[in-house]
């Protein structure tokens, strides 16, 4: 029997093209099931304010960057999105004193520009560069920063990026937010065309794409004009250059944070429920992370909200 079209944006695939059962079971999850969907590789952690989860993201970076040293050089992958954590980070090395001489970071994605082929500048209003460097890396002592060589960010040209994944440098932990349209970083679903007309990618052919540059689903347009552009979405690209599946299964951790901002409360259960029960569709690409060795997800428990109908 055919996939149903999607009833966001029928020429593309997304979750809303799943089996209406799983909607069903996944809104029904109350915190307590969500806690115990735990299971070898997978682990779900709760926080119970704001200030405990952000500082908890932040001393993911402390940790994979104290590990490193001249001949293991460590570093960490991370998202835009959420951002809270960023200036935790840059207090924390000030306040330790923690050397990044050998340390590294992978930004996880970019806006790509159609008009000029190229990423875009740091310039640009939602440069993720300048968010990172603006919000961390610029606060940091300069005894303690980080080389500027050890600072990976995805640009057009992706195999400088890509081979910054094989040069030795091991990659601790990757972390991310989730989004509407449940991706990590840019890993949207696909459009439905060509060979993936009537169902999606397999796991196996979606998780062999590698740091590339990726069309966005109308949802991810729309989601980051609500969080970062006051709903205008007419300045936000509709392209974007993102870490693939192959460079996340690089990483030794993905470490996924759920602070109810980026997705809504069938969301946050939903990959959850598919990851915990082993079920792997590219129309929800968080999904396949269930096929990755180490997995946390991490919930601010005041964001879980409720999939109850409330009118407002």
Same mark, same amino acid.
């Given at each position: 029997?055919?996939?149903?079209?999607?009833? !966001?944006?029928?020429? =593309? =695939?997304?979750?809303?093209t $799943?089996?209406?059962?799983?909607?069903?079971?996944?809104?029904?999850?109350?915190?307590?099931?969500?806690?115990?969907?735990?299971?070898?590789?997978?682990?779900?952690?709760?926080?119970?304010t704001l200030?405990?989860?952000?500082l908890?993201?932040?001393?993911?970076?402390?940790?994979?960057? &104290?590990q490193?040293?001249?001949? @293991?050089?460590?570093?960490?992958?991370?998202?835009? /999105?959420?951002?809270?954590?960023?200036? !935790?980070?840059?207090?924390?090395?000030?306040?330790?004193?923690?050397?990044?001489?050998?340390?590294?970071? =992978?930004?996880?994605?970019?806006?790509y520009?159609?008009?000029? %082929? +190229?990423?875009?500048?740091?310039? *640009?209003? !939602?440069?993720?560069?300048?968010?990172? &460097?603006?919000? +961390?890396?610029?606060?940091?002592?300069?005894?303690?920063?980080?080389?500027?060589e @050890?600072? *990976?960010?995805? #640009?057009?040209?992706?195999?400088?990026?890509?081979?910054? =994944?094989?040069?030795?440098?091991? +990659?601790?932990?990757?972390? %991310?937010?989730?989004?509407?349209?449940?991706?990590?970083?840019?890993?949207?679903?696909?459009?439905?065309? /060509?060979?993936?007309?009537?169902?999606?990618?397999?796991?196996?052919?979606? &998780?062999? $794409?590698?740091?590339?540059?990726?069309?966005? *689903?109308?949802?991810?347009?729309?989601q @980051?004009? &609500?969080?970062?552009?006051?709903?205008?979405?007419?300045?936000?690209?509709?392209?974007?250059?993102?870490?693939?599946?192959?460079?996340?299964?690089?990483?030794? #951790?993905?470490?996924?944070?759920?602070?109810?901002?980026?997705?809504?409360?069938?969301?946050?259960? $939903?990959?959850?429920?598919?990851?915990? #029960? /082993?079920?792997?569709?590219?129309?929800?690409?968080?999904?396949?992370? %269930?096929?990755?060795?180490?997995?946390?997800? @991490?919930?601010?428990?005041? /964001?879980?909200?409720? +999939?109850?109908?409330?009118?407002?």
């Open positions: 029997m055919p996939r149903k079209l999607s009833s !966001l944006a029928p020429e =593309w =695939w997304d979750y809303t $799943l089996d209406d059962s799983l909607i069903r079971d996944a809104a029904a999850l109350t915190v307590r099931d969500l806690e115990q969907l735990s299971r070898p590789g997978f682990k779900i952690v709760f926080y119970d200030e405990d989860f952000y908890a993201e932040a001393l993911e970076y402390i940790s994979a960057w &104290r490193a040293t001249a001949d @293991n050089p460590v570093g960490i992958c991370g998202p835009i /999105g959420p951002t809270e954590q960023l200036p !935790l980070v840059a207090r924390l090395v000030n306040e330790l004193g923690v050397s990044l001489r050998d340390a590294h970071f =992978w930004g996880m994605d970019e806006w520009d159609a008009g000029t %082929g +190229c990423e875009v500048p740091v310039s *640009h209003p !939602l440069s993720f560069e300048r968010a990172d &460097r603006e919000l +961390c890396f610029d606060r940091i002592a300069p005894g303690l920063a980080m080389p500027e @050890n600072l *990976h960010f995805p #640009k057009a040209e992706v195999a400088t990026y890509r081979r910054s =994944w094989t040069s030795g440098v091991r +990659c601790a932990v990757m972390q %991310g937010g989730q989004g509407d349209i449940k991706h990590w970083a840019f890993n949207d679903p696909l459009r439905r065309t /060509g060979a993936h007309v009537e169902a999606p990618p397999t796991p196996e052919e979606y &998780r062999q $794409l590698a740091t590339r540059v990726v069309d966005l *689903h109308p949802v991810t347009l729309m @980051n004009a &609500r969080t970062s552009g006051g709903g205008n979405v007419t300045m936000v690209p509709t392209r974007a250059i993102t870490v693939g599946p192959v460079e996340t299964w690089l990483a030794e #951790k993905v470490s996924i944070w759920h602070a109810g901002t980026h997705d809504n409360p069938l969301g946050q259960r $939903l990959t959850a429920l598919m990851i915990a #029960k /082993g079920v792997q569709d590219a129309a929800v690409p968080m999904s396949l992370l %269930g096929g990755h060795p180490n997995v946390q997800f @991490n919930y601010f428990r005041g /964001g879980v909200g409720t +999939c109850a109908v409330e009118m407002h």
